[in-house]
C-alpha cells in the first residue's frame, strides 16, 4: 500500500454549531473494489436529515488503514469499515450515512465529547440503522441457516416427530432417532460451533449496541 503524504490527510473544519454532526455522503459505484469516495456535510439533527447510521466494531488491527476519498484527500479508516463500506455503498445513487469513525473528528476531544452526548438522538434519528457484523467467513451461511431452521421451526427441533414415529425427530433437514436428550446433545454439539461464527464476532462485545439497536427506528 502506498503511504499518502501529509499534505493528502483529510482535516476537518470545526462544526458550526453545537448541536449538528456530520454526515458522509458515500458516492455510489458499480465495482466492488473501487476506491471509496465521499463527502462531508454539516447537519442539524432538528431538521431531520434523512440518514442510515451504521452499527459495528472499529477492530482491533490498525496497522494497515485502508482510505476514504474525500474532497481529494485521504481520511484513514480501519480495515473493518471500509470493507463495510464497500458492502453498503450502492451501484446507482450516493447513500447518506452516519458513522462514528467518519462523522466524528476522533482528534478533538472536546468535539468528540459533544457528539457522544448527541448519540442517542443520532440513532432515535436515523431511518435505519444498518448493523456490520464483518465479513462472511466459511461457517457464516451455516450459521445463517441455523438461524433460520431455529425461527421456522422451534428452535429448528420438531418435537412431535410426525410420520416417522416415537423417538425420531427432525433438524435442520436431518431425521434423527433417540432420546429427546440425546438429541438435544446432537443439537447443541451442532449449533455451537455454527453460533460462535456470528456471536463470537467483536460487535457482540459492544456496550454501545444496546443503544444502537433499542433507539433504531428499523435496523437491517
Known amino acids: 500500500m502506498t503511504a499518502i503524504q501529509p499534505a493528502d490527510v ?5 462544526l458550526a454549531h453545537s448541536n449538528s454532526t456530520r454526515l458522509l455522503q458515500l458516492q455510489p459505484s458499480n465495482n466492488s473494489d473501487a476506491t471509496l469516495v465521499g463527502k462531508l456535510s454539516e447537519v442539524r439533527l432538528a431538521d431531520k436529515p434523512e440518514f442510515e447510521a451504521l452499527s459495528y466494531a472499529w477492530g482491533q488491527d490498525e496497522s494497515q488503514p485502508r482510505f476514504l476519498r474525500l474532497d481529494n484527500s485521504s481520511l484513514p479508516i480501519s480495515e473493518n ?17 452516519w458513522i ?15 457528539q457522544v452526548a448527541q448519540m442517542a438522538a443520532i440513532y432515535k434519528t436515523a431511518t435505519v440503522v444498518l448493523v456490520w457484523l464483518g465479513e ?4 457464516t451461511e451455516a ?8 425461527a421456522a421451526n422451534d428452535h429448528g427441533l420438531d418435537l412431535s416427530a410426525g410420520s ?6 427432525q433438524f435442520s433437514g436431518r431425521t434423527l432417532k433417540g432420546s429427546h436428550e440425546e438429541v438435544m446433545q446432537i443439537v447443541q454439539s451442532t449449533a455451537k ?3 460462535d461464527d456470528i456471536f463470537g464476532r467483536a460487535w457482540f462485545t ?15
Open 136 to 139: 462472511s467467513t466459511a461457517g
Open 164 to 169: 416417522a414415529g416415537p423417538g425420531w425427530f
Open 206 to 220: 459492544r456496550l454501545w449496541i444496546i443503544q444502537e439497536i433499542a433507539l433504531a427506528k428499523s435496523a437491517a
Open 100 to 114: 462514528d469513525a467518519i462523522s466524528i473528528n476522533q482528534k478533538d476531544n472536546n468535539e468528540r465529547s459533544s
Open 81 to 97: 469499515l471500509a470493507a463495510a463500506l464497500h458492502v453498503f455503498r450502492l451501484t446507482d445513487k450516493p447513500r447518506n450515512l
Open 10 to 14: 483529510y482535516t476537518y473544519s470545526a
Open 143 to 150: 450459521a445463517l441457516q441455523f438461524l433460520r431452521d431455529v
Open 193 to 195: 460451533p455454527r453460533l
